[in-house]
């Protein structure tokens, strides 16, 4: 089952401006990772928050934890055209290391 | 590094036959997770292997198998093809999942059934 819900589904911005994705989840979880996607290719790991950490930034990401809302969500600032791509989440249940439950994405389109 | 390959690439089968995917892991990745990914039904957990061992399966009928080699390259099988299973199936390595580390994946085999 799915226990991600990445929100909105779709999401269209013009080159230059901020995305932001969010991510929310059913049960506690152990981490929760951010993965992107170019139309018909494979998955690219993006970043991983751990369930005591509350913000991470790598490059122009920056996601955001929130346990008590069980909640998450991606910021791309400075959006690219290249950025143009489907987004997940997943998260690792806790007590459950061992199993990604993923989302069905956020299909996000950069127009230059 | 050479990174997770997945072959084939693109194939077309017809109802009722079989199909084998392969995947080879990034090189001392010892855990080899299959997912399969639709349009409706987003990302769903097939299985995933470790040492040879199937340690986790998700709800899929038996017509899906698989199964993993001393080198850590794994196979997975589709018996008696129906339209539904038109997907792209992609296969993840990691070193160890139960590190909850990230998971590498390959480009896909990309089934359509006719």
């Known amino acids: 089952s799915q226990q991600g819900e990445e929100d909105p589904q779709a999401l269209s911005i013009q080159e230059g401006e901020n995305a932001t994705m969010n991510c929310s989840y059913k049960t506690s979880i152990n981490n929760l990772q951010w993965y992107r996607q170019n139309s018909g290719r494979g998955l690219v790991h993006l970043i991983l928050i751990r369930s005591n950490e509350r913000e991470k930034h790598s490059g122009r990401l920056r996601v955001t934890l929130d346990t008590s809302k069980k909640s998450s969500s991606l910021l791309i600032t400075a959006s690219r055209a290249a950025d143009t791509a489907s987004y997940f989440c997943?998260?690792?249940?806790?007590?459950?290391?061992?199993?990604?439950?993923w989302g069905l994405g956020t299909s996000l389109g950069v127009n230059p | 590094k050479a990174g997770v390959t997945q072959t084939p690439r693109y194939l077309i089968k017809t109802r009722g036959q079989q199909v084998t995917l392969s995947c080879s892991p990034i090189s001392g990745h010892r855990s080899v997770s299959w997912y399969q990914q639709t349009p409706g039904q987003g990302l769903q957990f097939l299985f995933e292997y470790f040492s040879e061992t199937q340690r986790n399966k998700g709800n899929f009928p038996g017509r899906f198998s698989g199964r993993q080699f001393s080198n850590s390259r794994s196979e997975m099988n589709v018996s008696t093809l129906e339209l539904g299973d038109s997907a792209l199936y992609l296969c993840?390595?990691?070193?160890?999942?139960?590190?909850?580390?990230?998971?590498?994946f390959g480009e896909g085999s990309r089934l359509t059934v006719l």
């Open positions: 993840a390595s990691s070193l160890d999942q139960a590190n909850t580390g990230e998971l590498f």
């Open positions: 997943a998260t690792v249940p806790a007590g459950n290391n061992r199993k990604l439950i």
